[in-house]
């Protein structure tokens, strides 16, 4: 639902807003809103179908907070996403990463803060959600996320892919990197606005790195990208926010 704060940003669609107030006095010296640059500039209300407009926020986040056990793992933590924005997200092992992400996907709660995302998210774990028993095919034919593919569109993202002589073949027969590049495949075929990926590149090789940076650039065109890495992509309009050592 749509956040009730009168000075947030507007979105067309928002599926959770989570807003904790601190236990504690906060420090204003945690605040990393800065590592972003400086905070985007309110975007005017649109409808709520259709391709969001750019600079139309998919995230935003303020003070947010994580306690991983009773150690503290993000401080204050403050960005913002709009759509035709790439984010990276860099750190050290350890240093709330993958915590980050899945609170942006509704899958962690926060300690503190207030955040709010955009309603149409495709998340991509470590886990990579296969059915070893199930074919390529079949894996990507019975995702609920999103509409049953045509043949021919199936075939096209998976000539994409490099999995189109493997469409027949079981996951479990699959390598490591090849089981990527079918969670990469499903990810083409939901045709979500956000993406939010955790370490999607890790087992690809480098040219299926740098064909994914185009696809991340295509995507940046009508939505919204942000990702986990430790190996950082350079493009002109990505961004990068750097999480510290904890």
């Not at 107030?21 to 010296?29: F, G, H, N, V």
């Not at 990393?32 to 986040?61: C, H, M, W, Y």
């Not at 090849?178 to 083409?188: D, F, T, V």
């Amino acid at each position: 639902m749509p956040s009730s704060n009168k000075n947030s940003r507007p979105f067309g669609r928002s599926i959770f807003t989570w807003n904790h107030s601190p236990a504690r006095e906060t420090r204003a010296d945690g605040d990393q809103r800065g590592a972003l640059g400086s905070p985007l500039e309110t975007p005017s209300p649109v409808a709520s179908r259709g391709k969001p407009p750019a600079n139309f926020l998919l995230i935003d986040v303020t003070q947010l907070s994580c306690l991983r056990g009773d150690r503290e793992i993000l401080r204050n933590l403050s960005f913002s996403l709009a759509s035709a924005e790439v984010l990276q997200i860099v750190g050290p092992n350890g240093s709330g990463k993958t915590s980050l992400l899945r609170m942006l996907s509704g899958l962690l709660p926060i300690e503190t803060g207030k955040l709010d995302v955009c309603e149409n998210v495709f998340y991509l774990g470590h886990q990579l959600a296969l059915k070893n028993d199930f074919t390529v095919a079949e894996n990507c034919y019975f995702d609920l996320r999103y509409p049953k593919p045509t043949r021919k569109q199936l075939q096209e993202i998976l000539n994409e892919t490099g999995l189109s002589s493997h469409s027949d073949t079981p996951v479990s027969k699959l390598s490591q990197g090849q089981r990527q590049r079918l969670a990469l495949s499903k990810l083409l075929l939901s045709d979500a606005e956000l993406w939010i990926l955790d370490e999607p590149f890790a087992s690809l090789d480098k040219a299926s790195r740098e064909a994914w940076q185009e696809r991340i650039i295509l995507q940046s065109k009508k939505g919204g990208v942000v990702f986990s890495t430790h190996s950082p992509l350079t493009f002109p309009s990505i961004r990068t926010l750097e999480l510290p050592a904890c």
